[in-house]
């Protein structure tokens, strides 16, 4: 007996989940109200006497209408920690001042300051 391997006529056919879902949606459809709607429009029948019901509807409602943001990891260059194991000596932080500065000097970008 052969193990593993493709054999014929196994898994779900081709199409079935997708054209059943389509032949529920094409239902909804015309029925012409969705779920959706029921909730939005208890919504707004609710929003003016009881605030707090209309935004228990909303909450319902939300993820239909707002996709949730995906979870975001941030790293630094080869997914390496953003903060340095090493930080900057006060020494190694003047001397970048001054190198800021001295370059602010040459291009002309930095103005005298009024005098106080």
């Known amino acids: 007996m052969a193990h593993g391997g493709k054999r014929s006529g196994a898994g779900r056919r081709k199409?079935?989940?997708?054209?059943?879902?389509?032949?529920?949606?094409?239902?909804a459809a015309?029925?012409?109200?969705?779920?959706?709607?029921?909730?939005l429009g208890a919504m707004r029948a609710a929003w003016p006497h009881d605030r707090d019901a209309?935004?228990?509807f909303a909450k319902d409602a939300a993820p239909y209408i707002h996709p949730r943001l995906a979870?975001?990891?941030h790293?630094?260059?080869?997914?390496?920690?953003?903060?340095?194991?090493?930080?900057a000596t006060a020494f190694e932080l003047a001397r970048f001042m001054a190198f800021?500065?001295?370059?602010?000097?040459?291009?002309k970008t930095l103005t005298a300051l009024p005098e106080a």
């Open 15 to 27: 199409g079935s989940k997708t054209q059943r879902v389509q032949e529920i949606a094409a239902k």
């Open 30 to 39: 015309e029925e012409g109200i969705s779920p959706l709607e029921v909730m």
């Open 54 to 56: 209309a935004a228990r």
């Open 71 to 73: 979870a975001v990891e």
């Open 75 to 87: 790293t630094g260059k080869d997914g390496k920690d953003l903060i340095p194991d090493k930080v």
């Open 100 to 107: 800021t500065l001295e370059q602010a000097a040459e291009q």
